[in-house]
Nanobody, 127 residues
Framework: QVQLVESGGGLVQAGGSLRLSCAASGRTFNSNGIGWFRQAPGKEREFVAAIRWSARSTYYADSVKGRFTISGDSRNMVYLQMNSLKPEDTAVYYC?????????????????????WGQGTQVTVSS
């Protein structure tokens, strides 16, 4: 089992920045990376970013590329630095981990490939 806890959400004006944190505990050594997703009211959960430990590879949704940066200082702490925030970034942000290893970059974009989820942290961007 892996436990994930997000923090760092809040209210920010458009153009501002926030840094989200994801603290992982439990059997984190079985997962080969962590992803961030978000869900806005009335919309499906969508991929935001992911980091794969072995190659230190990172993946981003087109909508956040160049504005968001995912990083991790260990398998137990992952960050999502969000700059130049827009009102359309408003959502609940979740971190998630697979129970095993994901190989192939496209798999990281698919929420059904993740087995463990945090409870989420709200990010609200005002215009």
């Amino acid at each position: 089992q892996v436990q994930l806890v997000e923090s760092g959400g809040g209210l920010v004006q458009a153009g501002g920045s926030l840094r989200l944190s994801c603290a992982a505990s439990g059997r984190t050594f079985n997962s080969n990376g962590i992803g961030w997703f978000r869900q806005a009211p009335g919309k499906e959960r969508e991929f935001v970013a992911a980091i794969r430990w072995s190659a230190r590879s990172t993946y981003y949704a087109d909508s956040v590329k160049g504005r968001f940066t995912i990083s991790g200082d260990s398998r137990n702490m992952v960050y999502l630095q969000m700059n130049s925030l827009k009102p359309e970034d408003t959502a609940v942000y979740y971190c998630a981990a697979p129970s095993g290893s994901l190989y192939g970059s496209l798999l990281w974009y698919r929420p059904e490939k993740y087995d463990y989820w945090g409870q989420g942290t709200q990010v609200t961007v005002s215009s």
